[in-house]
């Protein structure tokens, strides 16, 4: 099982980007799901979550401006960021609780997208 995250770059304040994060592999399920990022020097935080039944969650700094959202069909997260802003940019991560055709939980994170937000 793997997570595979895009969507990444460089935006000016005030822009929008949409990450996306696709699960690959034997997968039957892809249960809780979220978006953290890491900024140098920073420890890595929680930024979004969406549970297997659709509750999201959202790190205050960014309630208003970010959005997540999945689409079990195809085994997709994505999240939506508007109204960018400097203190944004870091490397985000996917990250989802996979279940496998073999039955097993997979805590999967992805290698991480650079997002960077210019002044």
């Known amino acids: 099982v793997q997570l595979q995250a895009s969507g990444g770059g460089l935006v000016q304040a005030g822009g929008s980007l949409r990450l996306s994060c696709a699960a690959s592999?034997?997968?039957?399920?892809?249960?809780?799901a979220g978006w953290y990022r890491q900024a140098p020097g920073e420890q890595r935080d929680l930024v979004a979550s969406?549970?297997?039944?659709?509750?999201?969650d959202y790190a205050e700094s960014v309630k208003g401006r970010f959005t997540i959202s999945r689409d079990d069909a195809k085994n997709m997260v994505y999240l939506q960021m508007n109204s960018l802003k400097p203190e944004d940019t870091a490397v985000y991560y996917c990250n989802a609780k996979i279940m496998t055709t073999g039955a097993f939980l997979m805590d999967s994170w992805g290698k991480g997208t650079q997002v960077t937000v210019s002044s």
């Open positions: 592999g034997s997968i039957f399920s892809v249960n809780d």
């Open positions: 969406i549970s297997s039944d659709g509750r999201v």
